[in-house]
């Protein structure tokens, strides 16, 4: 079993920045390849970014040059930074453990998810 737990989250006007951190206990973190995914109200859940074990990431295309994720092994830790934000960024946004090996964008392949975050960004 894995915990997951999602901080960073809150409101920040269009053009800012926030950095998301997800907290992993309950097993050995830098074995799982990580997800980042985000739900607006009224939308599917939605890929954002993910990176493996070797710090190899993937992005959408929504949030390629805006957003960076990283992880800290150490401290059993990933992190979403994201600039640049826009109004459309808002959602709930969740981290997640991936089942497989690889950076999957597919909300099925991933088994652990945290509780999420919310990000409100104001025009």
């Known amino acids: 079993q894995v915990q997951l737990v999602e901080s960073g989250g809150g409101l920040v006007q269009a053009g800012g920045s926030l950095r998301l951190s997800c907290a992993a206990s309950g097993r050995t973190f830098s074995n799982d390849n990580m997800g980042w995914f985000r739900q607006a109200p009224g939308k599917e859940r939605e890929f954002v970014a993910a990176i493996t074990l070797s710090s190899d990431t993937r992005y959408a295309d929504s949030a390629k040059a805006r957003f960076t994720v990283s992880r800290d092994n150490a401290k059993n830790t990933v992190y979403l930074q994201m600039n640049s934000l826009k109004p459309e960024d808002t959602a709930v946004y969740y981290c997640?453990?991936?089942?497989?090996?690889?950076?999957?964008?597919?909300?099925?392949?991933?088994?652990?998810w945290g509780q999420g975050t919310q990000v409100t960004v104001s025009s």
């Open positions: 997640a453990t991936s089942r497989f090996a690889g950076l999957s964008s597919l909300v099925r392949d991933y088994i652990y």
